[in-house]
Nanobody, 117 residues
């Protein structure tokens, strides 16, 4: 059974840093795009950062230059390094493994990130 296990959330003051980790079991990560989403209270879920198999990345405009997504396929792990955090980054962050071919998509349970001013 595929599991998506996130960790690393927490509370931090504005300007601080956090690193989120996501381990995905029972899949071949090279066949999946790995994506971080977030959802703030009262708002829709939004894409934060994405990395595909060749390693190409793209980011939401709101986080460009502050967040970095990376992956290690040998460890089935993807990270989201978040620097210069702002109160508006406060949200539940979700890890998603989306198959590059076909509809398979796996989600983690989410991890809370709270940034205080």
């Amino acid at each position: 059974q595929v599991q998506v296990l996130e960790s690393g959330g927490g509370s931090v003051q504005a300007g601080g840093s956090l690193t989120l980790s996501c381990v995905v079991t029972e899949i071949r990560m090279s066949m999946y795009d790995m994506i971080w989403y977030r959802q703030a209270p009262g708002k829709e879920r939004e894409l934060v950062a994405k990395i595909n198999n060749p390693g190409a990345t793209n980011y939401a405009d709101a986080v460009k230059g502050r967040f970095t997504i990376s992956r290690d396929k040998t460890k089935n792990t993807v990270w989201l390094q978040m620097n210069s955090l702002r109160p508006e980054d406060t949200a539940v962050y979700y890890c998603n493994a989306a198959a590059r071919m076909g509809p398979r998509s796996y989600w983690g349970q989410g991890t809370q990130v709270t940034v205080s001013s």
